[in-house]
């Protein structure tokens, strides 16, 4: 394959106005940004004058015989159609196309656009052994299902120099420094090709080397990227979640019976935030308390527990993009997120079984909204005013999800997930809130019986975090 310095790399995007050229000259890139409808020769003109700005062209001397002060020439910038010189007047979004070559003087290059690449790949900075490894990765012009992935042991006790597999950056916003082209090959066997790595307890004390070659469903092949992690940290013993998995060991074999699994597994901006460490959890280190610590044992947790309808309440947007959804999705779940109303950076999570249950339809009621717009509410409108005020503050919703058996004909469950007010004064809010709910589940069954039949069979399971003790006004309505 060609050096990476003899390609153009052009990224032209539907629906926007400008596409991007990017070529590296003497180890030097050179980007420009150009207006898609722009004559080719103003692009090619704007290129030849940044390298003369540079010094990247052709020099000759002033005067008889040689001499005399340097002087730089102007560089010979030609796109071409094959051996055809592309017309200057040619439209940059029909001039750079995938095949054409650039001459800048005696230097060429083969254009090629929207080649997959790896904008950002990094790997979390706490791995625990018997837990699952899921890299944070943005592509372009790429996707995962498609990528080619290669996970690799590494013997921390032969160092790697920092200039080829630097570790992975340690918050989000640190950009993490990636070698398309190591110095160092790895000869370590490959132990994984699947995007995620649920690692063994062997693996503790190594290092994970992960290379993603970016690729996209026709084939096409972006250059590959390597990160490498900290050390995987030994596995955890004798904590609850282990006592809780010996009475769940495998998946429930018959038709007629499902696992359900409801938990708040508390959304990363309630846990990482400086209240949260100083007033909320001030008995608890920092490092239980980081977002890769806490989501490799919540993953491996929820696993252990083989439920069939996971219902999760807290589970903020990134957390369930980025790692809930495929990491529960290479053990066959599929996923509905549905996140609060107003600005609330969390919300309502459910997990099913595809092999068990099938999607029929997903919907998020937001319980104030409903309030407004429902005439089975008018009972709940006639509150007391300030009482009613209160109510329509709220942010919570109803989360329903509608499966249909894989097993059993024209059975159907009705999955409600929701996260109630939680303040400890509110009962009287939660109150009206699970009469809300049932209105909610009572419209949607009649909804769906008209849709589905008389022949249809449906079954209700309201999951969530009520707030609520025995004790409540709440827990005895229900």
């Known amino acids: 394959m060609c050096e990476k310095e003899y390609f153009v790399f052009v990224r032209s995007e539907d629906g926007k106005d400008t596409l991007s050229l990017r070529l590296n000259l003497r180890g030097r890139e050179c980007r420009f940004l150009r207006a898609k409808n722009e004559p080719v020769g103003r692009a090619l003109k704007r290129i030849a004058t940044n390298l003369a700005r540079n010094g990247e062209t052709k020099r000759k001397k002033k005067?008889?015989?040689?001499?005399?002060?340097?002087?730089?020439?102007?560089?010979?910038?030609?796109?071409?159609?094959?051996?055809?010189?592309?017309?200057?007047?040619?439209?940059?979004?029909?001039?750079?196309?995938?095949?054409?070559t650039l001459r800048v003087d005696d230097r060429r290059f083969v254009v090629t656009v929207n080649t997959p690449a790896v904008k950002f790949l990094k790997l979390p900075c706490c791995l625990l052994a018997?837990?699952?490894?899921?890299?944070?990765?943005?592509?372009?012009?790429?996707?995962?299902?498609?990528?080619?992935w290669a996970w690799r042991r590494y013997d921390p006790a032969n160092p790697l120099p920092p200039t080829v597999?630097?570790?992975?950056?340690?918050t989000d916003k640190d950009r993490p420094v990636v070698d398309p082209k190591p110095r160092l090959p790895i000869s370590d066997p490959i132990i994984s090709t699947s995007f995620i790595y649920w690692t063994a307890e062997e693996d503790e004390g190594y290092k994970l080397?992960?290379?993603?070659?970016?690729?996209?469903?026709?084939?096409?092949e972006g250059e590959p990227v390597k990160v490498v992690s900290k050390n995987i940290v030994s596995r955890f013993w004798n904590i609850p979640m282990m006592e809780r998995h010996l009475m769940t060991p495998n998946h429930l074999a018959e038709p007629t019976q499902f696992r359900v699994v409801s938990y708040n597994i508390l959304a990363d901006v309630y846990a990482t935030s400086e209240r949260a460490r100083s007033a909320l959890y001030p008995y608890c280190d920092p490092s239980a308390l980081?977002?890769?610590?806490?989501?490799?044992?919540?993953?491996?947790?929820?696993?252990?527990?083989?439920?069939?309808?996971?219902?999760?309440?807290?589970?903020?947007?990134?957390?369930?993009?980025?790692?809930?959804?495929?990491?529960?999705?290479?053990?066959?779940?599929?996923?509905?997120?549905?996140?609060?109303?107003?600005?609330?950076?969390?919300?309502?999570?459910?997990?099913?079984?595809?092999?068990?249950?099938?999607?029929?339809q997903e919907d998020a009621v937001v319980l104030r909204e409903f309030v407004n717009q429902s005439p089975n509410c008018r009972d709940i409108l006639s509150l007391h005013p300030l009482i009613l005020a209160d109510?329509?503050?709220?942010?919570?919703?109803?989360?329903?999800?509608?499966?249909?058996?894989?097993?059993?004909?024209?059975?159907?469950?009705?999955?409600?997930?929701?996260?109630?007010y939680f303040h400890p004064m509110g009962d009287h809010i939660r109150l009206l809130q699970v009469?809300?709910?049932?209105?909610?589940?009572?419209?949607?069954?009649?909804?769906?019986?008209?849709?589905?039949?008389?022949?249809?069979?449906?079954?209700?399971?309201f999951c969530g975090d009520f707030n609520?003790?025995?004790?409540?006004?709440?827990?005895?309505?229900l």
Do not use: M
């Open 468 to 477: 609520s003790c025995p004790c409540t006004a709440a827990y005895s309505y």
């Open 209 to 220: 080397v992960l290379e993603c070659t970016p690729c996209n469903e026709s084939g096409e």
């Open 391 to 420: 109510l329509l503050e709220r942010h919570n919703i109803l989360q329903t999800v509608l499966l249909r058996s894989t097993e059993i004909t024209n059975s159907y469950i009705l999955a409600a997930n929701t996260h109630l």
């Open 63 to 100: 005067g008889k015989g040689g001499d005399g002060v340097d002087d730089t020439l102007p560089a010979e910038v030609v796109l071409y159609a094959g051996i055809t010189e592309v017309s200057s007047e040619t439209e940059n979004q029909d001039a750079w196309v995938g095949g054409n």
């Open 165 to 170: 597999f630097p570790e992975s950056a340690a």
């Open 130 to 148: 018997t837990c699952p490894a899921v890299p944070l990765v943005e592509l372009e012009f790429a996707d995962v299902e498609h990528c080619r």
């Open 435 to 461: 009469a809300i709910s049932l209105k909610i589940l009572g419209s949607k069954l009649r909804e769906y019986q008209h849709k589905l039949g008389t022949d249809a069979r449906f079954a209700v399971v």
């Open 290 to 360: 980081d977002q890769d610590y806490r989501r490799c044992l919540i993953a491996r947790e929820l696993l252990g527990y083989h439920g069939d309808i996971v219902c999760l309440q807290e589970v903020g947007a990134k957390c369930f993009s980025q790692f809930l959804c495929p990491a529960l999705h290479q053990w066959g779940y599929q996923a509905c997120f549905h996140p609060k109303a107003g600005k609330t950076p969390e919300g309502e999570a459910t997990f099913f079984n595809s092999s068990k249950f099938s999607l029929i």
